[in-house]
């Protein structure tokens, strides 16, 4: 802060020293000390204090403050010593007066320019706090648009991991519907064959040649015929109802991105994902189901059907050439369990901490998104649940899903 040289080096006059002090009181303090009247006066002869009319022969004293004359002190009844004592009590009081002034205005100086720094800083933290307010609204709208993003982003995943699970099941599922395709186009041409061979009989009967009816018939076996056709139409309609089966299960699968909940009993969805995943499992692996009763409850299904097929998946990955993939579900301490187990390769413990990270996998490059397990652990705790493994290298490994009920 810096303060203004004048306000030390200012010089004050009579009158302003005077000004603000109790003059009545000093007049009585003066007349005392000079028995009788006196008058004081400014070096102008302007009367600050006392007798108003002028004295003939007044004796006189000099009233200085700083080495300047301010006026006089006149007295008629005074000697020099008294007139002279009282004028050194004037010039104490008014070297009071000026200190007290000059402080003052020091003060007030002072308190001014802090009020001024204090309106600057003010000024500044209004325009600070406007800056702030419009970056705060920035930083709002930037939020909300990473949180689309991030969900829109965690719903592209949902549908990449699914997308990988269905070109990994894509073999084994085109494996399944080839089968059956196979056999009944199959039976469709051996069909065809014995259509032709009736076609010849109806044609030869309808001509009465019943001579040649019967040759044709004993060619063509029709005993034989007629008791295969039943079978292989029967074998056609189990295989087209395995097909639909297969196309059902699959259709279970695709409903991930479904987001109304519905109340299921999660053994079915089990179920459904090993159906699914049946094709891949079959020629590898024993599949065994311990399912215990469970309550319903309230989920997305899609979701949950992702979480078990992954599961079911990575345990199918895992396994030598031929292993055994447990599958159970209890209820324990008011919470569903649901455990997957395989007797496969295991994950080493330094592995155990990192399995859930996303892009994290042991598998070879291009066998694997590595967010099956990120997106399972998502799902399971979007419902409230938790996911957990147990693993040794080399002596399999069990995945825990936990769901709470109700």
């Known amino acids: 802060m810096e303060l203004d040289p004048h306000t030390f080096d200012r010089e004050f006059d009579l009158a302003e020293l005077l000004a603000g002090m109790p003059l009545a009181r000093m007049a009585q303090i003066l007349a005392t000390l000079l028995d009788g009247e006196f008058r004081l006066v400014t070096v102008g002869g302007q009367l ?3 007798r108003a009319e002028p004295f003939a022969q007044p004796g006189r004293a000099a009233i200085r403050h700083d080495l300047e004359t301010l006026g006089h002190l006149e007295s008629a009844s005074a000697g020099e010593a008294r007139l002279s004592a009282a004028a050194g009590m004037v010039e104490l009081v008014l070297q009071l007066s000026a200190r007290y002034r000059m402080a003052a205005d020091l003060h007030t100086e002072t308190v001014q320019e802090d009020y001024a720094a204090l309106q600057h800083q003010l000024a500044a933290l209004k325009e600070s706090e406007a800056r702030y307010k419009t970056l705060s609204e920035e930083l709002e709208e930037r939020v909300r648009q990473q949180v ?3 969900e829109t982003a965690q719903r592209q995943l949902y549908q990449a991991e699914k997308l990988a699970s269905i070109g990994q099941l894509a073999a084994g599922v085109a494996h399944e519907i080839n089968n059956p395709i196979g056999f009944i186009r199959s039976n469709l041409s051996t069909a065809q064959q014995y259509v032709r061979n009736l076609e010849r009989l109806a044609a030869l ?4 040649d019943m001579a040649q009816f019967q040759a044709v018939w004993n060619e063509a076996d029709m005993a034989f015929v ?3 056709f039943a079978a292989l139409l029967g074998e056609s309609v189990a295989g087209a109802d395995r097909v639909a089966k297969i196309v ?15 109340i299921v009993n999660l053994n079915d969805n089990l179920r459904f994902a090993c159906n699914v ?5 079959k020629d590898k692996a024993e599949l065994v189901l311990e399912l215990g009763g469970l309550p319903r409850i309230l989920c997305l299904p899609g979701h949950l059907n992702q979480v078990f097929l992954n599961l079911l998946l990575n345990a199918v990955q895992s396994l030598p050439d031929q292993g055994r993939i447990k599958v159970c579900s209890d209820v324990l301490n008011n919470e569903i369990r649901i455990r997957i187990s395989d007797n496969g390769c295991g994950i080493p413990e330094g592995n155990l901490d990192r399995i859930f990270d996303p892009f994290f996998t042991t598998h070879e490059v291009g066998s694997g998104t590595g967010l099956g397990l990120t997106v399972c652990r998502d799902i399971v705790q979007a419902h409230g649940g938790r996911i957990g493994v147990e693993s040794k290298a080399g002596a399999g490994t069990t995945f825990t899903v936990y769901l709470p009920i109700g």
Do not use: R, Y
């Open 48 to 50: 600050m204090l006392g």
């Open 148 to 150: 689309e993003t991030l």
């Open 248 to 262: 059902a299960d699959l259709k279970g699968f695709s409903n991930v991105d479904q987001t109304e909940e519905e």
């Open 226 to 228: 007629t008791e295969d």
């Open 205 to 208: 009967m309808k001509a009465g």
């Open 277 to 281: 995943v049946a094709g891949q499992i």
